[in-house]
């Protein structure tokens, strides 16, 4: 869960309904943010320029969107989902418009404290209609579509419960609940390895029946980047496995990193990036990734 940025859903600025928003069982809203040089993805500079880490972003946007519409077409007939993007700074309505498919609405987001946006959001899709609300990342566009099917199959059964998908580093990439519990979001250390871990706990604390779906990973950091370049690549990668899944093909995200491969020696940025990151002691202050832009 890109956790930098900033969400507010407490009001309706740019809102827009999914189209099936008024039968679909399941609201799943990626937290987006605008694709501005300097303001998205700059953890990913270097390697990658401001204007390349901006590409990046609405390339993510894209796919996700697509992901979410797949496994919308996907969805059991009980299990339902409509897509929407949580999104921000305000005024970047337009953006969203000219990025993203028709078929995923908008839900205008932008608060200081992430927790609150991420409660906000799923305050805003219960209150359209939905009986399931998700909240998903952008930062995993090969996420596997069947995750998402499952998420909103386990929140269709009977009962009141909550979906986790969490991440390598200890956060999440998706909760789903069916009401909105705001206690799940209360003191959490986010942007830190312990958020997943506490969401589980906030759940037990009140009783909330938690399923959990398999680590994936977020593109948030180096690491991150060359594992998502060699998954569409085809190419090998020496990092820790993941459990076998069969991944959404980001093909926007695809098709930008060939051209950074082809065109802009992209291979040789990465691998100088993580040569120098390998020789920082761990601990040191140079060893702190770069805390993302607003």
């Excluded at 894209?62 to 305000?90: E, K």
């Excluded at 987001?109 to 906000?120: I, R, S, T, Y």
């Excluded at 959404?248 to 020696?265: F, M, P, V």
């Amino acid at each position: 869960m890109d956790r930098g940025n900033r969400f507010d859903a407490t009001s309706d600025w740019g809102a827009s309904p999914a189209p099936e928003s008024a039968v679909a069982f399941c609201g799943i809203a990626f937290m987006a943010k605008a694709s501005v040089p300097g303001r998205a993805k700059t953890r990913l500079v270097p390697p990658l320029t401001f204007d390349e880490a901006a590409k990046l972003n609405t390339v993510f946007l894209r796919d996700v969107a697509d992901n979410v519409l797949l496994a919308a077409r996907h969805a059991s007939p009980h299990a339902g989902i409509a897509g929407y993007a949580a999104y921000g700074p305000p005024g970047s309505e337009e953006f969203f418009r000219g990025t993203l498919p028709r078929a995923i609405g908008l839900i205008g987001a932008w608060l200081p404290n992430f927790g609150d946006c991420l409660f906000q959001t799923v305050s805003q899709m219960l209150g359209r209609g939905h009986g399931a609300a998700v909240v998903l990342n952008s930062d995993s566009p090969t996420l596997p579509t069947a995750l998402l099917i499952e998420t909103a199959d386990v929140l269709a059964r009977p009962g009141d419960r909550a979906v986790l998908g969490p991440s390598t580093d200890g956060g999440y990439y998706l909760l789903g609940l069916k009401s909105a519990h705001r206690h799940m979001f209360d003191d959490i250390d986010w942007s830190t390895e312990r958020v997943a871990e506490q969401t589980r706990a906030r759940a037990r604390e009140i009783g909330l029946e938690l399923h959990s779906l398999p680590l994936w990973y977020d593109v948030d950091d180096v690491e991150g980047l060359q594992r998502l370049d060699a998954e569409l690549s085809g190419a090998d990668y020496a990092g820790s496995r993941l459990p076998r899944h069969a991944p959404h093909y980001a093909a926007q995200t695809a098709k930008l990193l060939a051209e950074l491969a082809r065109d802009h020696d992209f291979s040789r940025r990465i691998g100088k990036v993580s040569q120098v990151a390998a020789q920082v002691p761990e601990g040191s202050d140079a060893a702190t990734p770069m805390i993302e832009a607003r």
